[in-house]
């Protein structure tokens, strides 16, 4: 899942591009760092606009005022997500409750969400993107998400009685907001209508496929009552299924309709 569709990613285009990337000031003060933050922060869903977007211009302004290069907070984003996940398989097949693990998902896996949004914010206001660092971004994204539906479907295949089919489909639905975007950023965001809009119906299917809120939603379980975590998982689940198959069905309708013209 990419609901965030790279909002914070090292190659996204700036918000705002009146405001250019500032070099003249090397190290910069925490309340103009952060300023400059905001000024080219990404888009996003409710969730990741008020809380993981802006905690993440807090993280740029620190990366921006200590001069870390965007792509070493990427690199940081992935092994904290790593080392949680890699704790919450580990306790899965232990005895023990799972509260410790989940609270330790439930504070890693946000705080990586945190830095993704932050290293494109600094990438950006340093004027340090680059299709490398947009690659190394999109790589540790798919690392991070991997780890964390490693993570989800172990606890779930070990304390609940599902049949593998519905892991294996949560497993490889997730990802099909990354592959809406590569599709996107492809085509310069022309096509894939789904993608875009807020209101209505659209604002609330949007809101479901928020990867910050997504992420909240099933680490908390995962701290709380993992022995129902298969409530959210199906359900998720069932809104990507939904989301790949209208995407499907719009992208042939358009095929057989316009044909070649964009």
Not at 68 to 79: A, Y
């Amino acid at each position: 899942m990419m609901s965030r569709a790279k909002r914070g990613g090292a190659a996204a285009p700036a918000r705002r591009p009146e405001a250019s990337p500032s070099t003249t000031d090397a190290h910069p003060g925490l309340a103009s760092a952060y300023r400059l933050a905001r000024a080219h922060r990404g888009d996003g869903e409710l969730f990741t606009l008020l809380i993981s977007d802006r905690l993440g211009s807090v993280a740029a302004a620190a990366g921006i005022r200590l001069g870390i290069h965007p792509s070493v907070i990427t690199l940081v984003d992935g092994v904290v997500a790593l080392i949680a996940s890699a704790v919450v398989v580990a306790g899965a097949g232990q005895a023990a409750p799972l509260w410790a693990p989940g609270l330790l998902a439930f504070v890693c896996w946000q705080l990586a969400y945190v830095l993704d949004c932050a290293d494109g914010q600094v990438a950006r206001a340093t004027g340090k993107t680059s299709d490398f660092g947009a690659r190394v971004d999109v790589l540790v994204d798919f690392l991070v998400q991997s780890s964390i539906v490693c993570a989800i479907a172990t606890v779930v295949e070990r304390i609940s009685d599902v049949p593998v089919a519905l892991l294996v489909v949560f497993a490889t639905t997730w990802f099909v907001d990354l592959i809406t975007w590569v599709l996107s950023r492809a085509d310069g965001n022309v096509g894939h209508s789904f993608t875009s809009g807020s209101g209505g119906i659209v604002g609330v299917v949007k809101l479901v496929r928020d990867y910050g809120l997504v992420v909240f939603v099933l680490s908390g379980w995962l701290a709380i009552h993992p022995q129902s975590l298969i409530v959210p998982v199906t359900a998720f689940t069932a809104v990507h299924v939904a989301f790949l198959l209208a995407s499907i069905g719009r992208e042939a309708w358009l095929s057989m309709t316009k044909g070649g013209r964009p």
